[in-house]
C-alpha cells in the first residue's frame, strides 16, 4: 500500500538508501580514484573557510566562558574551560556545518544536475549502481575530511582562544594551559572526533539523496540544495544535543 504522507514517504526513501549506501561501501571494487578526487574537492572548498569560522568561535567561547568564570570568582579556569568547551562542541559543529554548506551542497548540485540530465538513469540501464559509483565514493569523503578538519578546527579554536584571553586580555599563559590540563581529557578528544565522522555521515547521506531525487530542471536542483543544506543543518543539531547528551552520562568528567 501506497504511503500517502509525504514526510514519512520522504523518511523512508531516505532510510533505504542509507542502507544501500552502507552496504555498497563494503562492495567491490573499491572507488579509490573518485574517493581521492572527493577528498580534494572537499578539503579545498571547505579548509579556509573553516579555519577563519574558528577563530572567531575559539575567541567568543572564551569571552563567555571568561566572564562567567570571573563572575564565580576563578579566573585561573578561564583557560580550560574555553579549551574545552572548543574541543567538545565548538570545532565539531563548525566542522560539520561548514561541510554541509559547503561541499555539501556542492555534491547535492552535482548529483542533481546528472540526475535532471538523466545520466543517473543511464547509469541504471547500463546495470551501474549509482550508489555505488557515485554515492559511496562522496559520503566516505565526506566523512574522512570532517575528521581531519575537526582537530585543525580544534587547534585554530584554541589558538584564538589563546590569543584572545592571554595577549588581548593579559592574562597568564601557565594558569590558562595549567588549568586546561586539570580539565581535558582524552575521550573529550574522542568524543569529539566521533561526533565529526557522524556528522560528515550525514552531511553526506542528506546531500547525496536530495541530488538524486531532485527534479523540475535546474529550479528543481537549486530546490533541493536549499534543502539539503536546512535538513542536514537540522539533524546536525538534534545529533549534537543527543550525542552530547550520552557522552556526559557514560563518560567520568574530571573532578577539580
Not at 546528472?114 to 545520466?119: M, T
Not at 579554536?157 to 581535558?184: D, I, K
Request: a positive charge.
Amino acid at each position: 500500500m501506497a504511503v500517502s504522507n509525504p514526510l514519512v514517504r520522504e523518511t523512508g526513501s531516505f532510510v533505504q538508501m542509507s542502507m544501500d549506501t552502507i552496504r555498497a561501501a563494503f562492495r567491490r571494487p573499491v572507488q579509490w580514484r573518485e574517493f581521492i578526487q572527493q577528498c580534494w574537492f572537499v578539503a579545498s572548498v571547505s579548509i579556509l573557510p573553516t579555519c577563519l569560522v574558528a577563530i572567531p568561535f575559539g575567541a567568543i567561547i572564551a569571552l563567555q566562558t571568561g566572564a562567567l568564570i570571573r563572575q564565580l570568582g576563578a579566573p585561573s579556569l578561564n583557560g580550560g574551560a574555553s579549551v574545552v568547551g572548543v574541543v567538545r562542541e565548538a570545532s565539531p559543529i563548525v566542522t560539520a556545518l561548514i561541510i554541509a554548506g559547503a561541499a555539501g551542497s556542492a555534491i547535492c548540485a552535482d548529483l542533481g544536475a546528472r540526475k535532471i540530465r538523466d545520466e543517473i538513469d543511464a547509469m541504471e540501464v547500463f546495470g551501474i549502481s549509482p550508489i555505488h559509483r557515485l554515492v559511496v565514493p562522496r559520503v566516505m569523503a565526506v566523512m574522512f575530511v570532517s575528521l581531519l578538519l575537526n582537530g585543525l578546527v580544534s587547534v585554530v579554536g584554541v589558538a584564538g582562544s589563546y590569543f584572545f584571553s592571554v595577549v588581548l586580555e593579559h592574562g597568564t599563559p601557565g594558569p590558562y594551559f595549567g588549568s586546561f590540563t586539570e580539565l581535558a581529557q582524552l575521550a573529550d578528544l574522542i568524543q569529539a572526533e566521533v561526533k565529526a565522522v557522524i556528522f560528515g555521515l550525514v552531511a553526506g547521506l542528506v546531500a547525496s539523496y536530495k541530488g538524486l531525487t531532485a527534479k523540475g530542471g535546474p529550479k528543481g536542483v537549486g530546490d533541493a540544495v536549499n534543502q539539503s543544506v536546512v535538513f542536514t543543518f537540522m539533524l546536525l543539531f538534534a545529533i549534537n544535543f543527543l550525542a552530547t547528551s550520552v557522552y556526559q552520562q557514560l563518560v567520568p568528567q574530571k573532578a577539580l
